[in-house]
């Protein structure tokens, strides 16, 4: 069982940014794939990134959606146990609840927390 708590979420004008964490418990994290989804009012939960277990080669694989390929960064911090998420050049479209998942492979993220809500101004 993996438990998810993101923080960070906010409001924040057009054209700045915001940096998401999301704190999971349990002592393999490293062998965990993470993802971030957002939600906005009246759509459906979308995929934003993910990266994939670390291994001793490498921190993890990142995969972005095409909306926000350039303006997020996905990185994960293993001794923390936290992944984040660092959005820049943020828009009104992203405003969104984004949740924080885990799985054992960044196609079956099953595990998720409860939220934090991202608000852009124009």
């Known amino acids: 069982q993996v438990q998810l708590v993101e923080s960070g979420g906010g409001l924040v004008q057009a054209g700045g940014s915001l940096r998401l964490s999301c704190a999971a418990s349990?002592?393999?994290?490293?062998?965990?794939?993470m993802g971030w989804f957002r939600q906005a009012p009246g759509k459906e939960r979308e995929f934003v990134s993910s990266?994939?277990?670390?291994?001793?080669?490498?921190?993890?694989?990142?995969y972005y959606a095409d909306s926000v390929k350039g303006r997020f960064t996905i990185s994960r911090d293993n001794a923390k146990n936290t992944v984040y998420l660092q959005m820049n050049s943020l828009q009104p479209e992203d405003t969104a609840v984004y949740y924080c998942?885990?799985?054992?492979?960044?196609?079956?993220?099953?595990?998720w927390g409860q939220g934090t809500q991202v608000t852009v101004s124009s």
């Open positions: 990266i994939t277990p670390s291994s001793r080669w490498s921190g993890g694989s990142t």
């Open positions: 349990g002592r393999t994290f490293s062998s965990y794939a």
């Open positions: 998942a885990a799985g054992l492979r960044v196609g079956v993220l099953n595990y």
